[in-house]
Structures are given as C-alpha cells and as structure tokens.
T-cell receptor
Framework: DVKVTQSSRYLVKRTGEKVFLECVQD?????MFWYRQDPGLGLRLIYF???????EKGDIPEGYSVSREKKERFSLILESASTNQTSMYLC??????????????FGPGTRLLVL | AQKVTQAQTEISVVEKEDVTLDCVYE???????LFWYKQPPSGELVFLIR??????QNEISGRYSWNFQKSTSSFNFTITASQVVDSAVYFC?????????????FGPGTRLSVLP
C-alpha cells in the first residue's frame, strides 16, 4: 500500500514564526503535492514537484515555499506565518503517467493554527 | 477552463437510506480522468474510484456505485443502504490529459452525515 506520512497532525505557531511541514512517501513516486483545505473552498494547490529539486507553483503559492532535496520527501515552508495561514495542510504523491490518469495518494493532514 | 462543481454542500440521511452525491465537471479535453475521494473525520483523503473519459460504464462496488454521463458532464456517486461509517466529506476531482504535472482540480466537497 502507498504510504504518505506527514510530520505532525497538529501544530500551533505564533505569527511571524518560520514553520516547516514535512511529507514523506514510500512508493518511489515522482510527483508530490501540497494542498491547503479550508471550509467551503475545497482543496487548493499550493506547490507541486515532479522531480527532485524541481518545483512548480500551484494556485496559491504566496507566502509559501517548498523544498525537495530527496525523492521521497517534500517540505512546505511558511517563511513568516500569518493568521490567514491557519488551515489544514494535505500532502499527496503520485506516479508520473500519461493522460492525467495517475491517482494521487494523500497523507493524514496537518492542522495548523497560527496565533 | 477546468472546473468541478458539487452543488450539495451538506446532506443528512438516516441510516439505511440511499443517497446520491452529485458531481458536474467542465473541461475542454476529450481525454480526462475523474476521481472520487472520501475524507472521514480523521482527515486523510481516501481514494475511492478513478474513471476515464472513454469508459461510460457504470461501476458498482459493494454499496457504492458511480454513474458517469458525458452528455451531462456528470459523475455521480450513490451509496446504497447508508451506514454511519459513511459519514465523511466526499470530493470529486478532475485530471486532464495534457496534465504532465498530474494536477487535479477538486470540487468543494459534500459533507454527508448518516444518522443512526
């Protein structure tokens, strides 16, 4: 089975802090994704990566950065956390395929509260 | 532009009732994939089904069934004889063929509550 793990289930941080969210997958997937989930807005893509050291902006990259130094690990960084970044953060991974067919597999999510 | 609409924000049913969750999508591609995911209270999105645009056969898996109709751009999900464990948020998603980044477009989700 595909396993995607996230470093924390719950985090509480203060405004202005630097926050690291870690995601690890064990299925040798090329693609990894970071989403945030907010009530009524569904899942919105922040960044994705299709290879080591490669990254692409998603729909809402402002205020975030990412790092992918190893194939299995994809980190989301909030350089200076703000209260409007309080949200549920979901990591996902998938194989590289054709015609958009590859399923994304998700981690358990991190609920981040910024005070 | 690609878009997924789930018009039902919340649905409540009593256990053993049948319930259908609607999903309508927009895409210009002729080749695309549709997905359904379940998000229980624990938070993790669980993959339920994938369907490609060339396969309009309905699918049944136990109490779950999916009705894909290209003519109406819909991919609806029915739970038969619902159970309390079906309570979750359900997401429909679209992935297009020219999509080498494998990006999905998700609908806003439908929260299903199954009452005992």
């Amino acid at each position: 089975d595909v396993k995607v793990t996230q470093s924390s289930r719950y985090l509480v941080k203060r405004t202005g802090e630097k926050v690291f969210l870690e995601c690890v997958q064990d299925m040798d997937h090329e693609n990894m994704f970071w989403y945030r989930q907010d009530p009524g807005l569904g899942l919105r893509l922040i960044y994705f990566s299709y290879d080591v050291k490669m990254k692409e902006k998603g729909d809402i990259p402002e205020g975030y950065s990412v790092s992918r130094e190893k194939k299995e690990r994809f980190s989301l960084i909030l350089e200076s956390a703000s209260t409007n970044q309080t949200s549920m953060y979901l990591c996902a991974s998938s194989k590289t395929g054709t015609f958009g067919k590859e399923t994304q597999y998700f981690g358990p999510g991190t609920r981040l509260l910024v005070l | 532009a690609q878009k997924v609409t789930q018009a039902q924000t919340e649905i409540s049913v009593v256990e053993k009732e049948d319930v259908t969750l609607d999903c309508v999508y927009e895409t210009r591609d002729t080749t695309y994939y549709l997905f359904w995911y379940k998000q229980p209270p624990s938070g993790e999105l669980v993959f339920l089904i994938r369907r490609n645009s060339f396969d309009e056969q309905n699918e049944i898996s136990g109490r779950y069934s999916w009705n894909f109709q290209k003519s109406t751009s819909s991919f609806n999900f029915t739970i038969t004889a619902s159970q309390v464990v079906d309570s979750a948020v359900y997401f429909c998603a679209l992935s297009e063929a020219g999509n080498y980044g494998q990006n999905f477009v998700f609908g806003p989700g439908t929260r299903l509550s199954v009452l005992p």
